[in-house]
């Protein structure tokens, strides 16, 4: 490494501080991104509603307790019933410089026999690897509307250095987040407790904040789907979502909070 590159990494690590510190300066700003929505359906409960529409109705339900009980500024990638490519929601998600993203989706199981049985709750963060077999099916379901491949950019040395510095950072807040959110999600829903899990969903990848992947539930179970449709089930997991986002960043404004200068004792004469 060059002197000069030693000179800046200590900068460039104060300068890349965890965004969601930001937070402790302004009201928060949060970025809740409905997954799927217009020729994207995603998944099917048995009776035929549609994950899009799903996710959209919690989603809006997570803004309104942000905005009441945090003070949130709080931005959503769609607020209706349109198609928006993942590449998109990204773009979307870092222009507005968010603390935090938030991806509210319902999973499902492919055969008839693991849709009636595999039900329960998941909030994901980003890896280049899947936790398990589960977390790699889930993650395919959902990258099926990526594009086939991702242009790839010229990174000098110092461009490594930033991207590696903010990544780290960013990947330490989002488990952050995700532990801080999944155990209420659990205790509010009553519902199984499938994990915090990690894996390489593109919708997280390339968003500049800590972001978190939630999987409310299987809609594709018949009692769990069911669930997900009615107001006040939905209602508990926004509440509980919030708790958690609420959580998260008290435990950020008092990390990154600067620490007053110790008081010296005066002197005897």
Same mark, same amino acid.
């Given at each position: 490494? &060059?002197?000069?590159?030693?000179?800046?990494?200590?900068?460039?690590?104060?300068?890349?501080?965890?965004?969601?510190?930001?937070?402790?300066?302004?009201?928060?700003?949060?970025?809740?991104?409905?997954?799927?929505?217009?020729?994207? +359906?995603?998944?099917?409960? $048995?009776?035929?509603?549609?994950?899009?529409?799903?996710?959209?109705?919690? @989603?809006?339900?997570?803004?309104?307790?942000?905005?009441?009980?945090?003070?949130?500024?709080?931005?959503?990638?769609?607020?209706?019933?349109?198609?928006? $490519?993942?590449?998109?929601?990204?773009?979307?998600?870092?222009?507005?410089?968010?603390?935090?993203?938030?991806?509210?989706?319902?999973?499902?199981? $492919? &055969?008839?026999?693991?849709?009636?049985?595999?039900?329960?709750?998941? &909030?994901?963060?980003?890896?280049?690897?899947?936790?398990?077999?589960?977390?790699?099916?889930?993650? +395919?379901?959902?990258?099926?509307?990526?594009?086939?491949?991702?242009?790839?950019?010229? +990174?000098?040395?110092?461009?490594?250095?930033?991207?590696?510095?903010?990544?780290?950072?960013?990947?330490?807040?989002?488990?952050?987040?995700?532990?801080?959110?999944?155990?209420?999600?659990? @205790?509010?829903?009553?519902?199984?407790?499938?994990?915090?899990?990690?894996?390489?969903?593109?919708?997280?990848?390339?968003?500049?904040? $800590?972001?978190?992947?939630?999987?409310?539930?299987?809609?594709?179970?018949?009692?769990?789907?069911?669930?997900?449709?009615?107001?006040?089930?939905?209602?508990?997991?926004?509440?509980?979502?919030?708790?958690?986002?609420?959580?998260?960043?008290?435990?950020?404004?008092?990390?990154?909070?600067?620490?007053?200068?110790?008081?010296?004792?005066?002197?005897?004469?």
């Amino acid at each position: 490494m &060059t002197s000069r590159l030693r000179v800046l990494v200590p900068c460039l690590a104060f300068l890349l501080a965890p965004l969601a510190s930001r937070a402790a300066e302004r009201p928060a700003r949060i970025v809740v991104d409905p997954g799927h929505g217009g020729a994207q +359906d995603g998944a099917t409960s $048995p009776t035929g509603v549609l994950e899009k529409d799903i996710a959209l109705q919690i @989603a809006q339900r997570v803004r309104e307790h942000l905005e009441k009980e945090l003070g949130a500024q709080v931005l959503m990638t769609r607020d209706e019933d349109v198609s928006l $490519p993942l590449p998109e929601r990204v773009e979307f998600a870092n222009k507005q410089r968010p603390d935090l993203f938030l991806s509210i989706h319902c999973n499902a199981m $492919p &055969t008839k026999r693991t849709r009636a049985r595999v039900q329960g709750l998941e &909030t994901y963060f980003l890896s280049a690897s899947a936790s398990n077999a589960t977390a790699r099916a889930a993650a +395919d379901r959902e990258n099926a509307e990526a594009p086939a491949a991702r242009a790839s950019r010229g +990174d000098s040395t110092l461009a490594f250095i930033l991207d590696d510095l903010a990544r780290t950072e960013t990947h330490q807040d989002s488990s952050r987040l995700a532990y801080a959110i999944h155990p209420k999600l659990i @205790a509010a829903s009553g519902g199984s407790d499938r994990g915090v899990l990690q894996a390489p969903f593109y919708v997280l990848n390339g968003v500049e904040a $800590p972001a978190v992947l939630i999987e409310v539930g299987y809609l594709s179970h018949p009692e769990e789907g069911s669930r997900l449709t009615r107001a006040d089930y939905q209602e508990k997991l926004a509440i509980a979502i919030s708790g958690g986002v609420k959580a998260f960043l008290a435990e950020v404004r008092k990390r990154d909070a600067p620490r007053s200068p110790a008081v010296a004792a005066p002197t005897a004469p």
